[in-house]
């Protein structure tokens, strides 16, 4: 009896044991092949949520040597992806396998997507009885490259009861970092379309994320064999705050796949986000994206579009008061004048780091960025109107900003009391400039409101450059601005010129608000600052003068108003009235293409002065006139006077940030033929062929 209760002790031990035994995790060991050293594998199986019963977690762990590397589920241009032949498995129902993000490596043009080092796949397995004894039992096919590729194979065996394979806590320590490399949810983001575009052999997607993107990347891959045979290119990636448009060049071996409804799964990347998203493929039309430019033509480009600004109709009043201060300080010391020019050049500057500034202020709360967009809002308008008017009563004498006595005597002790006017004049001729796109600009603008936000203030520090660059030469030869006419009486004519051009302007800012409020308010605000002017006028030169001055200005205003008429026909031609212009409305865009009409596109503000310009100089001028008005042709307008989101996003997702911008559609040109930003009869007419030639 009592040998008895010993072996029955006994035996109770050997079971603890046995179960302490089972309770660790099971593991094949390194596995080698002895022709290809630099790569051994080990997969690793345990229970670590008891609660989902029926499924087993695996680490297949995969270390490479040196410059080794294998691949992700979608390999890109080449390479295969590793694979478990598990057929010859016994109670198992599936292996699922979980793949973290790759990354991108290229070799001699090709780029591919994978992993190097030691990498972790998470697998979760499914057992068909969880109360039967499993039998993994398989084949693990595993490419490696690194200038050479080795197909190597890795037999591999686990067998065991699920029941008391519990993992330790090294086991959990890896699945937890495993886990957290494979992206899972949708942290946020909203898949809003996917577009493939069949003869431009292009995919895009739109996204909208919960905070604004940073860094984004995006891999793509297709569980449909036919999505899955598709090599994607590297995305050009644009974000503008919440939104994020990503374009995919897709190339098939067996041509020009149909990809309608078929299911496509992407993984998304960004700093702070690793989401999985899923949706179908509908065909449609795909902008094409902004090329991708070295960032010395770039910078080469914000150089150019800042110094041609200088010669835009914007920035004429400004010239004028410039070329006043040249004039003027022309015969004082070679330091006063570099000192007058430098802060004039600080001035633009500064102007464009504060625009860089606040843009990057919007894109960080997710609004709509653009160029010129500060004129949607009426009160910079009304700032603007207020600041013109000022500068040109300035000029004319009305009245004189002074600054406090100690600041006059501060500045006066330095040898020059003018360069805080030099600076606002070159704050306000970057203020001016924006409502005008110059070539280069736009290309330079769309890139740096996508870039991150070192590229974007560099960019505009070179566009703030280039457009003080007269200045700045100015500044270093002195002796350019000292050949310049002395000044004499006969500046007394010129600068009331210049005063008149600044309060042109002001008329010209003053005409804008009429967008944003009734004609009648306008009116009211227009005379009531007539009136101030008036009386401004007669306080500081009398009545007597200021009657003068009104009856001179009506009596040379009568005179060239009535030659004007009269000899209206040697001079210009009397302009058409505009043709009817539909809405942009992109579904209605669509459709008319699909029926075989032509549909020229025209975004346009009323703020924007190279807009008016390409409607006077190009658009309601023939030969393009009559060509518009072919019953072939649809017109389509997007007003972006005020903020519109839909215009918005149009200008976007053709890589513009601004506008003018004008495109032509047709059964030649689906996807859309973009025009440059300043217009001509032999372009508009040479893509409205093109649109309508069927290829």
């Known amino acids: 009896m009592y040998l008895k209760r010993i072996w029955h002790a006994f035996a109770v031990c050997l079971m603890l044991l046995s179960q302490v035994a089972l309770a660790e995790p099971l593991s094949s060991g390194w596995l080698k092949h002895p022709d290809h050293p630099p790569v051994k594998v080990q997969l690793t199986l345990a229970d670590v949520d008891a ?9 297949l762990d995969v270390a490479l040597s040196g410059d080794w590397k294998t691949y992700w589920r979608a390999p890109g241009e080449g390479g295969i992806p590793p694979t478990l032949d598990w057929s010859a498995s016994e109670n198992i129902a599936a292996v699922d396998w979980h793949w973290p993000l790759p990354q991108r490596y290229v070799l001699q043009g090709i780029e591919t997507l994978g992993y190097k080092g030691d ?6 397995i499914r057992l068909k009885d969880p109360g039967q004894p499993f039998r993994l039992k398989g084949t693990l096919t595993l490419s490696s490259c690194t200038n050479v590729c080795v197909l190597t194979d890795y037999p ?9 394979l519990k993992a330790d806590d090294g086991f959990l320590h890896q699945w937890g970092e495993a886990m957290a490399k494979v992206p899972q949810g949708n942290g946020g983001a909203v898949l809003q379309s ?9 995919l895009q997607l739109a996204i909208e994320a919960a905070s604004p993107w940073q860094q984004a990347d995006l891999f793509l891959f297709g569980e449909d064999e036919t999505v899955s045979e598709l090599i994607f290119s590297r995305p050009q990636i644009q974000t503008d705050g919440k939104r994020l448009t990503a374009t995919f060049g897709v190339k098939h071996w067996l041509g020009t796949p149909d990809l309608e409804g078929k299911p496509l799964l992407i993984h998304l990347a960004d700093t702070h986000l690793s989401a999985e998203l899923s949706g179908a493929i509908v065909t449609g039309h795909v902008a094409k994206p902004q090329p991708s430019l070295p960032l010395w033509s770039l910078f080469l480009m914000a150089l150019a579009g800042g110094l041609i600004l200088n010669i ?3 920035v004429l009043p400004v010239l004028g008061m410039k070329v006043h201060g040249v004039m003027m300080s022309s015969q004082g010391s070679r330091s006063q004048v570099r000192g007058h020019f430098m802060a004039s050049a600080l001035g633009i500057l500064l102007s464009f780091w504060l625009i860089a500034a606040g843009l990057s202020l919007l894109k960080l709360s997710g609004q709509s960025l653009g160029w010129g967009i500060q004129f949607q809002q009426p009160w910079f308008i009304g700032f603007m109107v207020l600041l013109t008017w000022g500068f040109g009563l300035n000029l004319l004498g009305v009245f004189e900003i002074n600054l406090p006595s100690k600041w006059q005597t501060r500045l006066a002790g330095a040898g020059d009391d003018s360069r805080l006017g030099h600076l606002l004049q070159g704050m306000l001729a970057t203020l001016l400039a924006t409502p005008c796109t110059a070539p280069f600009l736009g290309t330079a603008v769309a890139f740096a409101l996508g870039a991150d936000y070192p590229m974007l203030f560099a960019l505009f520090s070179a566009m703030g450059l280039g457009m003080a660059l007269p200045w700045l030469m100015l500044a270093l030869w002195p002796a350019l601005a000292q050949r310049l006419p002395k000044p004499g009486r006969w500046m007394n004519w010129v600068k009331p010129v210049f005063a008149l051009m600044m309060l042109a302007t002001c008329l010209w800012l003053l005409s804008l608000l009429q967008s944003f409020f ?5 009116l009211g605000l227009g005379a009531l600052m007539l009136l101030l002017t008036l009386g401004l006028l007669g306080k500081r030169y009398g009545t007597q003068v200021m009657v003068y001055a009104i009856g001179g200005s009506f009596l040379f205003a009568s005179l060239a108003l009535g030659v004007g008429y009269l000899t209206r026909d040697a001079w210009v031609s009397p302009l058409p009235s505009d043709h009817h212009w539909q809405p942009l409305n992109l579904v209605q865009l669509k459709q008319a293409v699909n029926e075989g009409k032509t549909v020229f596109v025209d975004v346009t503000a009323d703020w924007c002065i190279t807009c008016q310009a390409n409607k006077v100089g190009v658009l309601l001028q023939n030969p393009v006139y009559d060509a518009l008005g072919d019953d072939r042709v649809l017109l389509m307008r997007g007003d972006w006077t005020k903020p519109s989101e839909e215009i918005t ?6 890589g513009r940030f601004g506008v003018p911008f004008n495109q032509v559609y047709g059964p030649g040109t689906p996807a859309g033929n973009p025009l440059p930003v300043i217009l001509s009869s032999d372009g508009v007419l040479a893509a409205l062929a093109e649109a309508e030639s069927r290829q």
């Open 119 to 124: 990498t972790l796949f998470p697998l979760t």
């Open 649 to 654: 996003a149009y200008l976007k997702a053709n």
């Open 156 to 164: 591999v065996e686990l067998s065991g009861q699920a029941a008391g």
């Open 312 to 314: 835009m109709p914007c």
């Open 51 to 59: 609660g989902q019963v029926g499924e087993l977690n695996a680490l």
């Open 518 to 522: 009734s004609v009648a308010a306008i």
């Open 194 to 202: 996917i577009v493939w575009d069949e003869k431009q052999q292009l």
